[in-house]
């Protein structure tokens, strides 16, 4: 039996995602989970005949505590985005720390006491110092298992394949994978163009900064078309569900599940050479998915060319004081 539970379930991102789970075979029971409109999202989706049996709490009565309570995953896109209603256009990633720090801080709180042995998925923003939040929070509660802690960084691979595909004349789809590497925000995305899989795709030289630049900031391509009504959603949801499929089906036995997620490296195998060679613990690889979550770390560093070695050095630069204003932000809230 599967329980999932989504953490931010009546938001933009939420609402299609809990969606999404609802019709996955692979869950058993859906729980939802947010400080709005729960009660109503969970009543609309229990209408589809699919098998996840739902249920939608608020926070009165510790509805966090009765919705995560032993949960085998969960999926947190609590917080605010960068635009209306919460946020504001023209917000950066990292301007939502103030607020979503507090909000992904408190939801761990609860899922390392009542469900610590559960895979936890975050997609709040800044994932680059949200995860490392969640990781701090884990620990001090003495549950911390890096090999269950993924930042879901699944849509800047998305992006990546689908944006390669059609300067390549390509079908979008499984048919091509591009590792996208380091973190989520910026210049510390770093998409490796020079190992697409299947190999044969070269980018163009007159292309590659333009499509670079895409993956990096393609978020605010979508904040623009919305024209301050919203960010990325139903590509997030998509991409946050397809991670959660993957895991979900490597932790049945599947095998060849890899996915880029930005993890705890020291504490997933094959992953404390690549944390040494980056001066960062926390950053996004391709994760080889199995029984216990991340099973491998893969090193893709090892050949990739001078373009992207300095999109790499951009990478850690900014990567590094994300990451250390999380870990401060776990032992100082304010
Ligand atoms: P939204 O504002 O539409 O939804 C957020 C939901 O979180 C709301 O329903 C709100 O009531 C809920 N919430 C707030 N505090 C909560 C708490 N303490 N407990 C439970 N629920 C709580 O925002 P949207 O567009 O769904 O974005 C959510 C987050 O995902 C933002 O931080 C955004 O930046 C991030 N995001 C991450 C991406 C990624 O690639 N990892 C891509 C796009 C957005």
Redesign the pocket.
């Known amino acids: 039996m599967v329980k999932a539970v989504i953490?931010?379930a009546?938001?933009?991102?939420?609402q299609p995602l809990s969606l999404l789970m609802k019709l996955c075979p692979l869950v058993d029971e859906l729980s939802l989970?947010?400080?709005?409109?729960t009660p109503g999202v969970a009543a609309d989706l229990s209408h589809i005949s699919s098998t996840a049996k739902i249920t939608g709490y608020l926070p009165k009565d510790d509805g966090g505590k009765a919705a995560m309570k032993d949960a085998d995953i969960i999926i947190i896109?609590?917080?605010?985005?960068?635009c209306y209603?919460?946020g504001k256009p023209g917000m950066t990633?990292d301007d939502?720390f103030k607020i979503?720090a507090g909000?992904v801080k408190?939801?761990i709180e609860i899922a390392a006491e009542v469900a610590p042995k559960a895979f936890i998925l975050v997609?709040?923003?800044p994932?680059n110092s949200t995860v490392p939040i969640a990781a701090e929070v884990l620990k001090a509660k003495g549950v911390f298992n890096a090999q269950k802690l993924f930042g879901?960084?699944t849509?800047?691979i998305v992006r990546a394949e689908t944006f390669v595909a059609e300067i390549a004349g390509k079908k979008t789809g499984s048919e091509l994978t591009v590792p996208v590497i380091g973190g989520?925000s910026g210049e510390t995305i770093v998409p490796l163009f020079s190992q697409i899989a299947p190999s044969g795709i070269t980018i163009p030289d007159d292309k590659y900064d333009a499509l670079v630049n895409r993956v990096q900031f393609g978020?605010d391509e979508v904040v623009k078309a919305k024209d301050g009504a919203?960010?990325?959603?139903l590509s997030?949801a998509y991409?946050g569900y397809r991670f959660a499929e993957k895991l979900l089906k490597a932790v049945k036995g599947e095998k060849g599940l890899v996915e880029p997620s930005f993890v705890y490296l020291p504490g997933v195998p094959g992953g404390k050479e690549i944390a040494e060679k980056t001066g960062c613990d926390f950053f996004s690889v391709p994760i080889e998915l199995g029984p216990n979550g991340a099973e491998k770390a893969t090193n893709v560093l090892g050949n990739i060319t001078e373009k992207e070695k300095k999109l790499l050095e951009a990478c850690t630069a900014g990567l590094k004081d994300n990451i250390t204003k999380g870990v401060t932000f776990a032992h100082n809230p304010p």
């Open positions: 953490a931010g009546s938001g933009g991102i939420g989970y947010d400080v709005v409109n896109p609590a917080g605010i985005p960068r209603p919460t990633r939502l979503n909000i408190g939801l997609i709040s923003n994932v879901v960084t849509l800047d989520h978020g919203g960010s990325a959603t997030m991409a």
